[in-house]
């Protein structure tokens, strides 16, 4: 019964070793892009590795229940956190590609994408608390904390008994739209770094003018964009293991370790993205 009634362990907040290979691969991935594209392919990777760091980091904001939220038993929305995050930014994602082809640089579009980003899942939060207070009856408690790190509003008397709370505190819903905003942020940055250089290698690799090569290029850098955002938004879920309340959640403290890893599968998959328009 012993067996059988063991829980598996979550895994030490800081693995020396395992975050010192993956400073290593990190470096060596790009100094690989040095050596292939000393200006713009290095630039175009540092981006990208900016954009899934953001990815990575903003995932740990968003407010996850799984299955025990749509019983009322835990605090969230009810589905998975690659599911929910890659709802989240690919929102942002849309937002920002419509800002980058009025051709206003990289800031306006990158602000674009997190707003776009942040008002999903504002909207999302907002629903699934109305869900939950007209449709189920029952008020917004956390588990995690006594009361809400932002409006002081005590939880215990709000949460029912045998369940790890429910609905989404105001510290989860304010942790939703900042995940938001940065998962948007970070897959928008992805997706201009890509369309800058396929708009630069496509039309001499092509033998084709520039306007032709624009729709290839919006595509191309759309598809890796989307890949990469399921990427980073996949490993951190690996890294959460199950429900996350929001940033007061004890599980948000193992974002140094999500963040390292998005960074070096950021590098691997911009390093490959790169090299198709490289060689």
Known sequence: MTAVAAKPQSGKIFNPTAMVVGIVLLIILLGIAYVVSPSLGLMALIGIVIGGVLIGFGVHFVPVGGAPAAMGQAPGIATGVAMLAAGAGL???????????????????????????????????????????????????????????????????????????????FISFVGGVLGGVLGGAGGTLIYLELLGIYQQKLPGIMSISASQALPIAVATAGIFAIGMFLVNSVLTAYNITGTIEGPHDPKFKRWPRSVVASAVASALCGLVAILIVTF
Do not use: R
């Open 91 to 169: 929102a942002g994602l849309f937002g920002g590609a419509w800002a980058a082809a009025t051709q206003s640089g990289i800031l306006i579009p990158v602000i674009t994408g997190g707003v776009g980003g942040g008002l999903m899942m504002a909207i999302t939060c907002m629903m699934v608390n109305f869900v939950y207070v007209f449709g189920m009856g029952i008020p917004a408690a956390s588990g995690k904390v006594l009361k809400d790190p932002i409006t002081g509003d005590s939880q215990p008397e709000y949460k029912s008994q045998g369940t790890e709370g429910h609905g989404l505190p």
